[in-house]
């Protein structure tokens, strides 16, 4: 009878021992494990006051500062609304849910823009940045304007970056939020217009010279329409 040797036992048992611990590493993975439990707060309800002069429908994402204050836009209401309408407002909910209007937009009078469909973005000096849809100087494709870039600095003025209109140029209705780079570039997208007229990628300089990066063409290798939030 031949004996196993001492090497060819100690394999073995290796071999044994990494099975069963596969074994029981699957076995723990199959077992079913109870969920975590979620707990959800309100922060805040908009429209809680006179005709919404808060905001109302917060359409677009939440941005945060090195203090945790949110700050976000509505896409109706505001300080001139009227029935919850108007334009929409930039707003900031600080750590313990009180909620403050940074800017109303109007309904096209001034032309500072109106509908921001897009989240915003902040840089390392609290500026805000976005977009809105409608509204601004120009209205060659939309009677009541063809959409803006914009910032709002924080003590709530407004500075109109650029107002959209070249319609095969540079694009109108810029739904998406926009995004800064380390020198002070903005760039975003417009939902349509532009060369091919499916939409545009733009940039905006720190001296306010705005380009076009990319026209849509609505191929199947292009896309067309862009709307979801730079990054």
Request: hydrophobic share 35%.
């Amino acid at each position: 009878m031949r004996f196993p040797r001492r090497q060819d036992l100690a394999q073995g048992i290796a071999r044994g021992t990494v099975a069963v611990l596969t074994l029981m590493l699957l076995t723990a993975l199959a077992e079913p494990r109870p969920a975590l439990a979620q707990t959800e707060s309100v922060l805040y309800s908009f429209c809680s006051v006179s005709n919404c002069a808060d905001g109302s429908t917060p359409i677009g994402g939440l941005v945060a500062d090195t203090v945790g204050n949110l700050y976000g836009t509505t896409l109706y209401g505001g300080a001139n609304s009227s029935g919850g309408v108007a334009g929409g407002a930039v707003f900031k909910l600080n750590p313990a849910g009180d909620e403050s209007v940074f800017y109303s937009f109007h309904n096209g009078f001034p032309n500072d823009g109106y509908f921001p469909y897009g989240p915003l973005t902040i840089d390392a000096q609290g500026n805000l940045y976005g977009t809105t849809e409608l509204g601004g100087a120009h209205s060659i494709h939309v009677a009541h304007g063809d959409g803006i870039a914009f910032k709002v600095s924080p003590d709530g003025t407004e500075t109109i970056l650029h107002n959209f209109g070249a319609y095969k140029i540079d694009g109108v209705e810029p739904r998406g939020g926009m995004v800064v780079d380390a020198k002070g570039n903005i760039y975003g997208s417009t939902f349509i217009g532009g060369a091919s007229e499916f939409g545009t990628v733009f940039r905006i300089t720190p001296e306010g010279t705005e380009s076009v990066l990319h026209n849509f063409a609505y191929t199947n290798t292009d896309g067309g329409y862009p709307w979801g939030a730079s990054s």
